[in-house]
């Protein structure tokens, strides 16, 4: 197992490189910059992340271009000093070709400096981690929830299939299944946060106002209250097709012969169903836990933040992605994305863990 560890980590570096330099490809035909975003600012007007006066897509991220077309190359430069244009590129890093400015990006990376943000004047790794929080305690307690409710529920409608337990349940799945969580979110502002009925919790921030003056036990208790309406919200929309992987996974294993024989053999229910068929069953629903928890982590909590004013990771992305600030993209990028390969790993760990049976160093390649 050391030695298939050992080739994983490995395969981290070119797979995160590959990753990075795709996206930074993308981002160079992408309409709209910092250097228009900053332009609008000094001009006062607004404008549209994806405005462009001729259709060349991207050219405010490519080479340095001769002063004689600087500043008709952006919109709303014209009439602008040539100086000042050339100015914001150098202060953005546009004023570099392609290829370098992304080798200095990926060497600050390998360090974990990620530079500053262009518009919040703040350095992106501060940024991350002051909305890190947020998007962690989203991301576990909803994970850890969905697991504690869909395995059970699973387990039990695989060993009812067929009764009316499997048959009203399911009617609560396809309503998860089908119920956005967004939408739940706003439904529970509407019964329980003060939009039409009771006002029993709160719509906005992770904590409230001089919660660090509370005692240790009320600030607990703080902390839950405001999570409680985001979590369901999002735990409606993520146990359904969990609980129906594990009931499938169960019928799955239920029907093979080696329960069968196991159960010819006298051994109880409960034996059979704990001791043999769980381990065998798991493994597909264990193996996907790194992932279902990165979705729900950095993707699946974004209209949630939105709703319910909690500044998280999600959040902070889709407003980078707006507003072209291109080192708070490839940061939070680059970290998601190293997150997500190192949980990868844990998931195959998790596999040998819940099955010492297997062990990817001896499998057929």
Do not use: C
Not at 44 to 54: K, L, M, N, Y
Not at 109 to 119: N, V
Not at 184 to 196: H, K, P, V
């Amino acid at each position: 197992m050391s030695a298939y560890l050992a080739r994983r980590l490995l395969l981290v570096v070119p797979t995160l490189f590959g990753i990075m330099i795709i996206n930074f490809i993308v981002v160079q035909f992408v309409p709209g910059g910092p250097v228009e975003q900053m332009i609008a600012t000094l001009s006062g007007e607004a404008v549209s992340a994806t405005a462009r006066i001729d259709g060349d897509a991207g050219s405010e991220v490519s080479s340095s271009p001769s002063p004689s077309d600087t500043s008709s190359r952006y919109r709303g430069a014209q009439g602008l000093p040539l100086d000042l244009i050339e100015d914001l590129e150098r202060q953005f890093g546009l004023d570099k070709p392609a290829h370098e400015r992304f080798l200095l990006m990926m060497g600050n990376y390998l360090q974990f400096d990620f530079g500053d943000s262009y518009f919040q004047d703040r350095s992106v790794g501060q940024l991350i981690l002051d909305k890190m929080p947020v998007s962690i305690s989203l991301g576990l307690w909803t994970t850890l929830l969905v697991y504690l409710i869909s395995i059970p529920l699973g387990v039990a409608k695989a060993v009812r299939d067929g009764s009316r337990f499997d048959v009203w349940t399911s009617g609560v799945v396809v309503f998860g299944n089908a119920v956005p969580g967004f939408l739940f979110a706003i439904l529970l502002i509407i019964l329980l946060a003060g939009g039409r009925y009771l006002d029993w919790f709160p719509l906005r921030g992770l904590v409230s106002s001089g919660w660090g003056d509370l005692p240790w036990y009320e600030q607990v208790a703080d902390y839950f209250w405001h999570l409680t309406l985001p979590i369901l919200s999002m735990v409606i929309g993520g146990f359904a097709s969990l609980t129906m992987l594990t009931k499938n996974s169960f019928i799955e294993e239920i029907n093979k012969q080696y329960v069968v024989t196991a159960r010819a053999k006298g051994l109880t229910e409960r034996r059979t169903l704990y001791g043999h068929v769980f381990r065998n069953a798991m493994l597909i629903v264990i193996a996907g836990f790194p992932s279902a928890f990165v979705g729900v982590l950095f993707t699946g909590a974004l209209l949630t933040e939105v709703i319910f004013s909690l500044d998280g990771l999600g959040l902070l992305g889709f407003e980078a992605a707006l507003t072209r600030d291109y080192p708070v993209m490839f940061g939070t990028l680059f970290m998601f994305t190293l997150l997500g390969l190192i949980l990868g790993i844990i998931g195959d760990l998790m596999y040998h863990l819940v099955d010492p049976r297997i062990d990817f160093e001896t499998r057929d390649t």
